[in-house]
């Protein structure tokens, strides 16, 4: 399966767990420069935001990271989905100003 096709399998997946999907432009930050998207809070409403520019692997990461903010064990996945999600680790919500991932985190590898 191929990088677009595992990209709309987990944007399905995520509109099935409720996650709001928006594609917005997203403006450079001085000190963030360009970003994808990400998951978010707002009001209440777990949202998804990603950038229609971003590219299908940008979309695959985006999007696993925000389906791992659900509970995930109670439902079926498919197996290259499972898979892929539990290669993930686990979110703790996000706190302004930090980036939680350790260093030694291994990117996300759909090509194989």
């Not at 963030?32 to 935001?49: A, M, N």
């Not at 999600?85 to 996000?94: G, N, Q, S, T, Y």
């Amino acid at each position: 399966m191929d990088a677009p096709q595992i990209a709309d399998l987990l944007e399905e997946l995520a509109e099935s767990l409720r996650l709001e999907i928006s594609y917005e432009p997203i403006r450079p930050d001085e000190e963030l420069g360009t970003r994808p998207g990400g998951f978010s809070l707002l009001k209440g409403r777990c949202l998804i935001i990603i950038n229609p520019h971003a590219s299908s692997k940008e979309k695959i990461r985006i999007l696993s990271e925000g389906i791992k903010h659900s509970d995930l064990d109670r439902i079926y996945i498919r197996p290259i989905l499972r898979e892929l999600l539990d290669a993930i680790p686990e979110h703790k919500p996000p706190v302004s100003g930090t980036d939680d991932r350790k260093s030694d985190e291994k990117p996300i590898d759909v090509e194989g």
